[in-house]
Nanobody
């Protein structure tokens, strides 16, 4: 019943910005973590950012600190990833994931996944 739907991906020039959305349904946020992962062709899935569903605490992988911001809208049941100063190496398919777990960048910590949205950073 848990559903995650990503949107907001697209083609952007280096230095540009995108805002990804993860619309959630079928579960209550208390004690859950919602996370963003990304995967480029030929590479392993990488945790990017996560947010606590209970208190809103946020975490980022070092490569995106200062450029990406994760946030949540309780009324819309949506989690966002604002991506600024994008680099070609940010190109990947971005996935939203959730589970009843402490904040984590391990994909094995999450049972529920969205379909993903493609982000391409190129001039």
């Amino acid at each position: 019943q848990v559903q995650l739907v990503e949107s907001g991906g697209g083609l952007v020039q280096p230095g540009g910005s995108l805002r990804l959305s993860c619309a959630t349904s079928g579960f209550t946020w208390d004690y859950y973590t919602i996370a963003w992962f990304r995967q480029a062709p030929g590479k392993e899935r990488e945790g990017v950012s996560c947010i606590s569903g209970s208190d809103g605490g946020t975490f980022y992988v070092d490569s995106v600190k200062g450029r990406f911001t994760i946030s949540r809208d309780n009324a819309k049941k949506t989690v966002y990833l604002q991506m600024n100063s994008l680099k070609p190496e940010d190109t990947a398919r971005y996935y939203c994931a959730t589970d009843r777990t402490v904040p984590s960048f391990y994909s094995s910590s999450f049972t529920y996944w969205g379909q993903g949205t493609q982000v391409t950073v190129s001039s």
